[in-house]
């Protein structure tokens, strides 16, 4: 007996333009840390200290290695691959590939750089992404994304 196939959530549109199929999101920061503060911070926001903009945690797992794996565990053998980490060298860049919190035809890409500045650091993510880009994730991912760079520069000096 063979299963139904499985039916796409995606809202399917027609006449899709570039721009419709698109998404790039850039957010830069300056942190009053060092570059390994910041990074460190980077790591344990896409990780154990990971939270949604209202604080809410989000059970993420970062495994920080060459194909590691970047997923959400939700517990009971239940969770959700957002990525795989792409590069990583420590204490300046991390690139992630996958289709992140979209879980639907998406091709994305984030990358984060760390960079000395002065007496601090600058933080620099950028967020490309390719595919059925539903209008929910359209209008919260530029909101999403600032309230995670907050977050990384609170861990980063010791206010998260």
Known sequence: ????????TAPVRHGLTLAD??????????????????????LQQFGPLAAQPDGTPMA??????????????????????WGFVQVIKPPTLLEI???????????GHISVRVEPAGSGCTLR??????GMIAQEHREGVDMGWQAWVDRVRAIATGQG
């Open 1 to 8: 007996m063979s299963a139904a196939p499985r039916q796409s």
């Open 60 to 81: 993420l797992t970062l495994e920080a290695r060459p194909g590691g794996r970047w997923y959400r565990d939700t517990s009971d053998n239940t969770g959700h691959l």
């Open 97 to 107: 590939q996958g289709p992140m919190f979209m879980s639907y035809p998406v091709a």
């Open 125 to 130: 993510l950028v967020h490309s992404a390719f």
């Open 21 to 42: 199929m698109t998404l790039h999101i850039e957010k830069s920061i300056e942190i009053e840390a060092p570059v390994e503060a910041g990074f460190d911070a980077v």
